[in-house]
């Protein structure tokens, strides 16, 4: 099993920044893939970014420039950060990660608002 606790959401102005940290704690071995993907109320799910255990990296077009997932592996953290952000960025943002190409762990999501 692996738990994944997020952090770093809230109310930012577009334009602003934030930053999403995702912490892993469990059986975290044979991680292949982390990744954010965000909800928007009355929407679906949709896929932002991902890392993979390489280290590449992959981002939705709509995000492509501005944002940037990473991680720490000292800490078993991924992060998102979110630079020059948009009223349409506004959404519950979840952390995923994968292991063994097999089984997704999700987070309990994290707000974020951006405001005009």
């Known amino acids: 099993q692996v738990q994944l606790v997020e952090s770093g959401g809230g109310l930012v102005q577009a334009g602003g920044s934030l930053r999403l940290s995702c912490a892993a704690s469990?059986?975290?071995?044979?991680?292949?893939?982390m990744g954010w993907y965000r909800q928007a109320p009355g929407n679906q799910r949709e896929w932002v970014a991902t890392?993979?255990?390489?280290?590449?990296?992959n981002y939705a077009d709509s995000v492509k420039g501005r944002f940037t997932i990473s991680r720490d592996n000292a800490k078993n953290t991924v992060y998102l950060q979110m630079n020059s952000l948009k009223l349409e960025d506004t959404a519950v943002y979840y952390c995923?990660?994968?292991?063994?190409?097999?089984?997704?762990?999700w987070g309990q999501g994290t707000q974020v608002t951006v405001s005009s």
């Open positions: 995923r990660v994968d292991r063994d190409y097999q089984t997704r762990y």
């Open positions: 469990g059986s975290i071995f044979s991680i292949v893939a």
């Open positions: 890392i993979l255990s390489g280290g590449s990296t």
